[in-house]
């Protein structure tokens, strides 16, 4: 199986890679970039929409064209939600190629930083499913699922690690992250794991912040409600 290199955007593309590596099925790369909404797209997802490569340029019109019509909206819809919030695009859903062919798809993305580590873009796969499933390349697919899951568990955890210790948010934690990574050339979820790994690894936090947390444990139920969000 050939798969067009589209460079990757940042560090969790090798992630990405893996599946494009390792699965049984057609695989093709994609970008999307938020500011004009350009496409750029592999061989391989030129052919899964009908197309012979380098004929067009795709456009988000046309892209949202070949779904199928129950699953137009939910893709549009995550589509909006990676041009609005910069989140990755990804989805599990069925196209339509030029010639009246329903496909299943499934396309996993993860985000392009810029060097100041803003949102500017979606990379990823077009992984094709429309062939009959049998239980070995279930298990291909899902356990590379599976490793993509447990790499952001380790960033979530090393975040939670980060929000603790400095009083900082979600947001704040994942840009020290960010930052450390750039800084020491090593991708995220290593350092991340490594983080988990070494704060893990030990006796727990020293007595003093234990006695603290234990106090909070037994009692964070007397403390008044977190607000709701509106």
């Given at each position: ?9 940042n ?40 197309y ?28 909006a ?55 070995n ?17 380790a ?75 509106s």
């Amino acid at each position: 199986m050939s798969v067009s290199q589209l460079p990757p955007g940042n560090p969790e593309q090798q992630s990405l890679a893996q599946i494009a590596s390792t699965s049984p099925y057609v695989v093709g790369s994609f970008r999307f970039w938020i500011a004009d909404q350009r496409w750029e797209w592999s061989e391989q997802v030129a052919q899964l929409h009908g197309y012979e490569p380098r004929t067009m340029e795709p456009t988000t019109e046309m892209v949202l064209s070949h779904k199928h019509p129950d699953d137009r909206d939910t893709v549009a819809a995550a589509l909006a939600a990676s041009v609005r919030h910069g989140e990755p695009f990804c989805s599990r859903h069925r196209i339509i190629d030029t010639h009246g062919a329903v496909r299943q798809v499934l396309v996993v993305g993860d985000r392009i930083f810029d060097s100041t580590g803003a949102t500017i873009g979606t990379t990823g796969y077009f992984i094709d499913l429309t062939a009959q499933l049998d239980e070995n390349r279930n298990e291909t697919i899902h356990g590379a699922l599976s490793e993509i899951a447990e790499t952001r568990a380790a960033i979530e955890q090393a975040k939670g690690v980060l929000m603790f210790v400095y009083g900082i948010t979600a947001d704040q934690a994942f840009g020290v992250l960010r930052w450390r990574s750039m800084e020491t050339n090593t991708k995220i979820r290593t350092l991340a794991t490594k983080i988990v790994t070494a704060v893990t690894a030990g006796q727990g936090a020293p007595v003093v912040v234990r006695t603290r947390f234990d106090h909070l444990l037994l009692t964070a139920h007397e403390l008044p409600d977190p607000p709701v969000d509106s």
